[in-house]
């Protein structure tokens, strides 16, 4: 079956430690993408990376930090500089990144809490 | 990237059609009209697109105005499993950028 897996779906971490979600994709797609998703609200772009080695930050970049050494992963680490972690944390993935419309394909999700 | 506005939330009978409006009155002639929805916890699923003309699949139909600055998601035959969040989007062609507002939230009645 392909699609993106995210794992684990929930986690739990201490404040002040640094935890990374994984997020793997077996579609081939060359861009990859993290959002943050408070309650009640929309999604908000973290990072997002267009080919591998090479990402950029999106609108929230700060307290995160990124990696894509292979085309399939982009694991996303929350560091304790993310003043307020406690979110739902999605990937997702496009075909290419810049092809004339190209639809993001979500994964489930990790539910992150920070006690 | 245009703003699209959406009511906060519909409620729609087992069996009728949910009609979901969007409004994207600031729309470019280059920015296409994307519907996801998301159930409760879980990850954001495509359901159609479009840019001038209406559009079908095994989902939804999409139905755009002629001055393109409002659409609406058509579901055929309201399901309870339809339940979920309803996002409007305006994509700029050949961008990465989705900005997502709060969505609809659609309650199928039984």
Redesign the interface.
Known sequence: DGGITQSPKYLFRKEGQNVTLSCEQNLNHDAMYWYRQDPGQGLRLIYYSQIVNDFQKGDIAEGYSVSREKKESFPLTVTSAQKNPTAFYLCASTATARSQTDTQYFGPGTRLTVL | DAKTTQPTSMDCAEGRAANLPCNHSTISGNE?V?WYRQIH??????II?G?KNNETNEMASLIITEDRKSSTLILPHATLRDTAVY?CIA?L???????????TRLKVLA
């Open positions: 296409y994307y916890s879980q990850g954001p699923q495509y697109h840019l996002y994509v062609s050949g961008t990465y950028k989705y900005i997502f507002g709060t969505g």
